[in-house]
């Protein structure tokens, strides 16, 4: 595997075993009349595909590497800033997995240092993957196996005007709330096209080259972390609103680049 060279290529390799086990249960479930779900506090759903495959990969972390953290949507945990941290979302679009919508993915990220080093988007139902190695590279895995000859390394594109840029977003309502809806719909009414891709695969898409901006006002660490090594592996940039690089600032800018600053300024209404 390309990634084998990688002072991470272990980490990528025990990435894709723990996407494999998750495969396995969030697939037997999928459009599945025995899925039981029901709202967390904040009213957002969970079912219990997620609590299973949470506990499944922190159970199989335990035993390969007792000694890391691990950070989990469902079973929680606290970002840690020093040493070797795992993110794990188990399902990332829950709302599309529990309606029958193929557009979900596990998310799985190893921090180190508090910055996403390596990422592992796995969507099934999509039957893809994508890989990213933060500052090294990114790959498309076309048929959701670590197949060497399925592999495809990812570049983002090299659009540079906003006018010919493509842009995906997750909803409108987060931008109403940040006051923020009036700069998010100017800059899509001069894009060049807008479409609702939402949640992991807006950024993964950036990493393709077929998406050059993807934003959410609201969103939290774990639904990022396995995002940005992808993104910044392909050379995007992923950013907070407010410009921080990384996960950590409870929103996020992805682009090629090229368009960054100039999208950043326009969402948070600086020009």
């Known amino acids: 595997m390309p990634w084998a060279s990688s002072a991470y290529g272990d980490d990528v390799d025990r990435a894709l075993r723990l996407a ?3 495969d396995a249960i969030t697939m037997k479930r999928f459009l599945s009349s025995e899925l039981q779900v029901s709202a967390k506090p904040d009213m957002t759903p969970v079912s219990d595909a997620d609590l299973d495959t949470e506990r499944a990969l922190r159970g199989l972390l335990s035993t390969e590497c007792p000694d890391d953290e691990v950070l989990g949507e469902e079973f ?13 979302d188990p399902i990332d679009g829950t709302k599309n997995y529990v309606r029958g919508v193929p557009v979900w993915a596990t998310l799985i990220s190893l921090m180190v240092d508090g910055y996403p080093q390596v990422g ?12 990213g190695i933060t500052g090294e590279a990114a790959w498309a895995l076309g048929n959701g196996t670590a197949s060497s000859s399925a592999l495809r390394k990812l570049s983002v594109s090299t659009v540079s005007d906003v006018g010919d840029s493509s842009i995906s977003m997750s909803s409108l309502g987060g931008w109403k709330d ?33 998406v050059d901006i993807a934003a959410e006002p609201e ?34 800018l992805a682009t090629n680049g090229l368009l960054h600053e100039t999208v950043r300024r326009r969402l948070t209404d600086q020009g």
């Open 120 to 131: 592992v988007v796995s969507a099934p139902a999509l039957g893809r993957r994508w890989i």
């Open 178 to 210: 940040r006051g923020l809806r009036d700069a998010f719909i100017s800059l899509t009414d001069d894009a060049w096209r807008l479409r609702g891709f939402g949640d992991f695969y807006s950024y993964c898409l950036v990493a393709e080259g077929a």
């Open 219 to 252: 969103v939290s660490l774990w639904d990022l972390a396995a995002l940005v090594p992808v993104v910044e592996g392909a050379g995007g940039t992923f950013t907070s609103l407010a410009g921080e690089r990384g996960p950590h600032g409870g929103d996020a």
């Open 76 to 88: 929680g945990g606290e970002p840690v800033l020093s040493g070797r941290q795992w993110v794990i």
């Open 20 to 22: 494999d086990a998750a």
